[in-house]
């Protein structure tokens, strides 16, 4: 076993042998999560009997464009399109211009990284990572674009121009596989109470289809929300109209599984989120896409990606019903430690 400090999470990293003899509970140092990489699949049945989870190390958020944006909206629960609608009216309202920037100009991203970095202070285990892309977003080889929402007041020390970037996103374009990614995003905090992110990424969304882009998603993000994300996020991205699918499944063919046990939620959030593979289908066995219906698979997933369902781990009562989508399988409530 293999103790290891992962952004503020205290991880045991252990080995199929050692599994019958629970190392992580002979130990006096704390540990958050016991984690089994690449589960072999004749383990499935005991790791679930131990309150383990077999999930994607990683997942992606999908969403298949569609025709127009009418077409996209259509799709979605009809609270999650008046929402949509309500935030860009707010942004209409308040005179906020939209200015799409591609390629990405210096000003332009300078400001938004400002934004970023102060978002990402506020959080409790923020990582900046989009500080790093500062040279990638200028000058390639990726090509990017950005969406940004600017006020023209200047107040919270805007450009020499006397505007302000009050959001934005910015966006990989991947045309290998006919999609784009919305990779980096951040909003004041007053916006975001107005619920600006859903205004600039419908926006996005409509760009990245009217470049001709036939799927986009948000990225690739560790498969274990209440740490580095939070599970609220993942009702934010449901609502936009995004499913979450292995990794593997669609542009990270080399993406793998492990298996979680949360011992506790010291450092995590209550409730904490991992999309697992539904019992049915212990280890990831292809069981095709869950009956989502309509639309063409992904590019990388021949079969369809695999169906995953929400686990919740908890100590306080919890609205599963937040959680449940057409495209998973039931949700699963469980205790830390087992």
Partial sequence: MELRDHYGLALAVIEPAELDRRPWAQVRERIDVVRLPEP????????????????PSAVTWLAELGADEAAFLGLLERADRQSIRR????????????????????????RFLVLYAARVARMRFGVP??????????????????VF????????????????????????????IRTAVLRF??????????????????????????????????????????????????????????????????????GTDEADLVLRLGALSDPTLMLGYPASAPGGEHTGAGGTGGG????????????????????????????????????VLRRPGG
């Fill in 40 to 55: 072999p699949a004749g383990l499935a049945g005991e790791l679930a009997a131990r309150g383990f989870v077999v999930k």
């Fill in 87 to 110: 935030a860009q009216r707010r942004a209409a309202a308040a005179g906020l211009r939209e200015v799409v920037a591609d390629p990405v100009t210096p000003e332009l991203l300078d």
């Fill in 129 to 146: 990572f989009a500080l790093d892309y500062r040279d990638t977003v200028l000058n390639g080889p990726d090509k990017f674009f950005g």
């Fill in 149 to 176: 929402a600017v006020a023209g007041d200047g107040d919270g020390g805007g450009g020499a121009d006397g505007t302000d970037v009050v959001g934005g996103v910015l966006v990989l374009e991947r045309p290998d």
């Fill in 185 to 254: 995003s951040a909003v004041s905090a007053g916006w975001r109470r107005r619920s600006l992110p859903r205004a600039l990424y419908t926006a996005a969304l409509r760009i990245a289809r009217e470049k001709g882009y036939e799927y986009a998603t948000l990225g690739d993000e560790p498969n274990l929300s209440g740490h580095l994300t939070k599970p609220g996020l993942f009702v934010f991205k449901a609502g936009l109209g995004f499913r979450p699918v292995p990794a593997q499944d669609f542009t990270d063919p080399a």
């Fill in 296 to 331: 063409s698979s992904p590019p990388a997933a021949a079969g369809g990606p695999r169906q995953l369902a929400v686990n919740l781990v908890c100590e306080s009562p919890v609205n599963t019903a937040l959680y449940a989508a057409p495209s998973l399988a039931p949700t």
